[in-house]
Every structure is written in C-alpha cells, then in structure tokens.
C-alpha cells in the first residue's frame, strides 16, 4: 500500500512538473526576419528605445541626443534636452528611455553623482524637466521600468551603494521620485556585482511582479519580488558572469514565462552560457539548449505570438520559437535595444545610429 501510494505521488508530481512547465512546440512556419533600417540622420549610439506604436518610436543615446518618429521612421526629430554650455551635452547618456505617447515620455541619464538623472516631457520633447537628480557619489543608475497595470509606476535602479542595489520610485510617470526604502528587504549584493546600463532592462515589471538582473559575479543573478517594499528572492540565472558578463537583460510575457539573455560583452561572439528561460516566475533558470550567436544585450517577447521572442546585440540577431530553449541567427547587423509592439512588428536601435523596423512573417 505504501508503494502504491509513494508511486501515485511521483505520478501527481510529474504531472504538475509537466502542466506547470511544459516544453513548447515551436509551430512556427514564417520565413526568418530581417530588419530594414531606418534614416536617423545621425552617428549618435541609442541603447535607449521606446516604441509607443508602428508609428511612434522614441530613442535617446549618446552626447544627450533624443530623437522620435510619427511616422514609422520616414523621418525623425530631434527633441534633445537643451542643456547650458556649463553642464555640455556631450556629458549626458540617456540610456534608457520610457514613453506612452508622442508627447509624454522619461529619460534616464547614467554616470557617477549628478550625471544619473532623469527628465520628463510632456510636450513631445519641445521642452524638458529634470524630475530627479542623483545626489550619492556611489550611487550609478543603470535603467527603469514603468508597469503596464499601472503605468504611472516607475522604478529605476543604481548599482548598490553601500553594499545593496539603490531603487528609486515614482508614483506619478516620473513627475517625482523618492529612495525606495529597503528595511533590509533587498538581498546584499556580492562583492563586484552590478548592472549593466546596456539597453534599459536590467530591471523588469511584467504582470505585478518585478526582477533585477545582475553581472559581475559568476553565475549572474536574478532579484524578483511582488511588492519591492516588502521583500525580495534571489536566483541563479544560469548565465556565466565576469568583470563584464553576466545577465544583460531580463524579460517577462506573463507571471510565468520569462527569457534571460547576457554574456561578455568584451567577447561579443562567445555564446556558451549566454541565455537562459523560466517557467515559474523565475525561481528557477534553465539554460538554452542553443544560444544566440554571441553577447546579447536585449530580448524582447513578440506579442501575440506565445512562445517567440527576439534578441540582439552587437554581433547579430536572434529569435526564439519556443520560449528560449533553442535561438536562430537571423541578422548580423550591430543593436543594443529591442521592443516589440505587437506580432507584427519589432523595433531596435544602436550604434551609429542604427535604428530598424522588423516586420514579422505570417505564421
């Protein structure tokens, strides 16, 4: 009789293992896609990206520059900050860009004290307010993420200043920002661990829940967290970190299934260990069984398409047709960022100026 029990068990725990994580069948018929480059006009780099639509597209980059479309990249406008000769452009790059229309968006500015900043417009970028200016020596913030439940939500994050990882918070689309207090919540980080201000994902917010991806140590790690007042959990992402590897960005479609994508950023074409996926909200990360073709710096899910996701960086492109496990090379072009507006479409952007539409195949 206790067999018999001890083996039913097995069988109701295998199925649960089987129901709640189940490899997905890639059904995918399309041809691969190729991105088409748009005329930005300019040799500025954008790791920052934020597609509003088909249409509407912000980016921002390099030497303060921020530019934006109406129209799908026929054309692009320069909406930069204005800065005084004092503070000089030049000094400000805007990593990581947040927006939810063709007037209303956020900008984050990285480096040491007051160089991390962020900057908010409403006017489609005709004039521009800092809404938050860093004030701790230590303190280098790397990106932010705003929920799409609540959109008005924002968190941006520093690397850790006192040995824990600093996050401030808005609660009005970045009109205004506080220092988020930990109380002891958010784990130690480890001695040389960080985050890379590489394509404005190092942090995430998808379905209530929040994640933080970390390099610097071996292997990178995972933060998650439902409510980052109260508490957060740590993992291993199963992707190899160093001096400047590790999880470059983290990427959730729903509470449950995410995608991890990273490397070495000074070895751009070393692609062991470089991508993971989680199917329980990232309290556990299994390794790819083929990686994409080098360093990858961002992974963006397609809507509407359930199990593909695309990822770039500096070497190339890749796509996923089943949820990470296995990645196909597609393109060989040089990007930082990556968003996906809907199943049809994706945006990326880059070095020297590099800025594409990809449009997906039919299935």
């Known amino acids: 009789m206790q067999n018999l029990i001890a083996i039913l068990t097995l069988a109701l725990l295998a ?8 490899t997905p069948t890639s059904t995918s018929t399309s041809r691969l896609p190729s991105w088409t480059l748009t005329p930005t006009n300019t040799t500025q780099q954008f790791r920052g990206l934020g597609p509003v639509s088909n249409d509407i597209v912000w980016v921002s980059g390099t030497k ?11 054309t692009w406008t320069d909406v930069s900050p204005h800065f005084s000769l004092s503070e000089n452009a030049s000094n400000f790059e805007f990593r990581d860009i947040e927006a939810w229309s063709a007037n209303s968006a956020v900008i984050l500015s990285i480096g040491e004290g007051n160089l991390s900043r962020i900057y908010q417009t409403r006017d489609g970028g ?16 790397d990106c932010m993420a705003f929920e799409k439940e609540i959109p008005s939500h924002g968190i941006a994050r520093s690397d850790p200043v006192n040995g824990r ?50 390099g610097g140590v071996d292997p990178g790690r995972i933060f998650r967290s439902t409510n980052p007042r109260l508490g957060w959990h740590l993992s291993n992402s199963s992707i190899t970190g160093a001096a400047a590897a590790g999880v470059f960005s983290v990427r959730f479609r729903d509470a449950k299934d995410g995608i991890a994508v990273g490397g070495d ?3 751009p074409t070393a692609n062991k260990d470089i991508a993971s996926w989680s199917c329980d909200g990232g309290v556990e990360w299994h390794k790819a069984v083929s990686f994409p073709g080098g360093y990858r710096s961002d992974v963006a899910w397609v809507p509407g398409r359930k199990d593909t996701a695309v990822a770039v960086g500096t070497s190339g492109s890749d796509i996923t047709f089943d949820g990470g496990r296995n990645w196909t090379g597609f393109g060989n072009g040089t990007f930082d960022a990556v968003e996906c507006i809907n199943r049809g479409v994706c945006w990326a952007s880059g070095a020297r100026g590099r800025v594409a539409k990809l449009v997906m195949g039919d299935e």
């Open 15 to 22: 199925t649960h293992f089987t129901t709640a994580c189940q």
């Open 265 to 267: 950023f000074e070895k």
């Open 165 to 214: 990882f600093r996050l401030i918070e808005t609660w009005d689309s970045g009109s205004h920002w506080s220092i988020l207090s930990m109380n002891g919540t958010l784990p130690a980080a480890l001695p040389g661990e960080f985050g890379f201000a590489a394509s404005g994902t190092c942090i995430e917010a998808a379905a209530g829940r929040w994640y933080i991806a970390t």
């Open 126 to 141: 005709e004039t521009w307010k800092m809404t938050f200016v860093n004030q701790e020596a230590a303190a280098f913030y």
């Open 64 to 74: 303060g520059t921020v530019l934006r479309t109406n129209d799908a990249g026929s």
